[in-house]
């Protein structure tokens, strides 16, 4: 097998990975989206989303600098350094691969995108960054399955809504997940 029908059978290969992958994501979408028992909980995705354009984790942080301890606050200024760098990043991924959004359909209270490009979800990437750094810094399982189960509530309200597929949060929440935990104990050190 020569090297150039090599390349051929491998592009091919990821061709149909590729087509797999997004027809995958838009079928799940559309589960989502139209799923019935979700639908009862319309405002509580609403809701998560809007929590997840930073609303939840400012409060924390704020709420941690004025009654927290000083190393609670050096915990606010480590969440704060990462969370400019995954902005930084998903930016420049949204800019990379650029893909659209779903076919937006006005629902709850949002009538138009925040941006135009999909992938990563920037409310996953941040808000399993921030569920990675409340597991680091305060890990008793309470805090920890909180953080998760907000975090998995504003990525499922990004699918739900339909400002995204189901693989833009699967990757924002990598994303998110795998810079917090590179960066959280290096940011740490540098403060301490």
């Known amino acids: 097998m020569s090297l150039a029908s090599l390349t051929l059978r491998v592009t091919d290969w990821l061709d149909w ?8 994501d838009e079928l799940a979408l559309n589960w989502v989206s139209t ?15 809007y929590l997840g354009d930073g609303y939840i984790w400012g409060l924390l942080g704020l709420y941690l600098i004025l009654f927290g301890t000083p190393a609670d606050q050096a915990n606010v200024l480590v969440g704060l350094g990462v969370t400019m760098v995954e902005i930084t990043v998903f930016r420049l991924f949204k800019a990379f691969f650029s893909r659209p959004r779903p076919p937006f359909l006005a629902q709850g209270l949002r009538q138009s995108y925040l941006d135009t490009h999909s992938f990563p979800s920037g409310h996953a990437t941040i808000g399993f960054g921030m569920a990675y750094l409340i597991a680091y810094f305060y890990p008793h399982w309470s805090s920890v399955l909180l953080a998760y189960v907000i975090a998995g509530a504003i990525g499922l ?10 693989m833009d949060v699967i990757g924002g929440a990598a994303l998110g997940t795998a810079i917090s935990w590179v960066l959280t104990p290096l940011f740490w050190l540098l403060i301490h």
Do not use: C, I, K, M
Not at 35 to 48: E, I
């Open 35 to 49: 799923n019935p028992w979700l639908r009862r909980l319309d405002g509580l995705w609403v809701l998560a989303t």
């Open 157 to 166: 309200s990004r699918v739900y809504l339909r400002e995204h597929f189901p």
């Open 17 to 24: 990975l590729g087509e797999a992958v997004l027809q995958w």
